[in-house]
Structure formats: C-alpha cells, structure tokens
C-alpha cells in the first residue's frame, strides 16, 4: 500500500472548493469534499490507475462531481499535487 501525502497547496484547493459550495448549501459542500477524499484513498492501493500527463504527474477525475485530482508518484508515496474542476465553467 502507498501513503498518501497531500501538498498544502492542494489542501488550499479542497478547503476553496468547499468553502465556496458552503455558501449556498452546506450539506451538498460537505459531500463533495468526502467524495474528494474517497478518490484520493483509493490512491493508496492504486496510484497507478490515473493516467500520465507528462513524466512526472498522472490525474484522476473524482467520478461524481468531476474534480480532477492531480499528483505525482516517487518511491511508495503518493503526493497530491492540485485538485482542479474538471468542467471548464468553474475554473
């Protein structure tokens, strides 16, 4: 199993992710935020299923609201990188 080591530049990303959902509805921000970490675990026993964007990075899109979670590899770690809106109208 890999550990996971999440970069405060992508807790950044999570926490302005929720914050901005909250303002309209609480509940719909706090799931969205479990099905983030929900991808992000499933890293551990398999960091190798997103594919590569270049050398270094490789992505997975979070399959029910479209975050795309962006990371790099190096020896039995996992370092999440970026959490990004998949659908161009939220960037």
Same mark, same amino acid.
């Given at each position: 199993?890999?550990k996971?080591?999440?970069?405060s530049?992508a807790i950044?990303s $999570?926490?302005? $992710?929720?914050?901005?959902?909250? /303002?309209?509805?609480?509940f =719909?921000?706090?799931?969205v935020?479990?099905y983030? =970490?929900?991808?992000i675990r499933?890293?551990?026993e =398999?960091?190798? $299923? @997103?594919?590569?964007?270049?050398?270094? %990075? *490789?992505?997975?899109v979070e399959s /029910?609201?479209?975050?795309?979670?962006? %990371? *790099?590899i190096? @020896?039995?770690?996992?370092?999440?990188? @970026?959490?990004?809106?998949?659908?161009?109208?939220?960037k």
């Amino acid at each position: 199993m890999y550990k996971i080591k999440i970069l405060s530049r992508a807790i950044d990303s $999570i926490t302005s $992710i929720v914050d901005y959902i909250a /303002k309209d509805n609480l509940f =719909y921000a706090n799931q969205v935020q479990d099905y983030i =970490y929900k991808s992000i675990r499933l890293l551990e026993e =398999y960091p190798f $299923i @997103g594919p590569e964007l270049d050398k270094k %990075y *490789r992505s997975i899109v979070e399959s /029910k609201y479209k975050f795309k979670i962006v %990371y *790099r590899i190096s @020896g039995k770690t996992v370092f999440i990188v @970026g959490i990004y809106r998949e659908q161009k109208s939220w960037k």
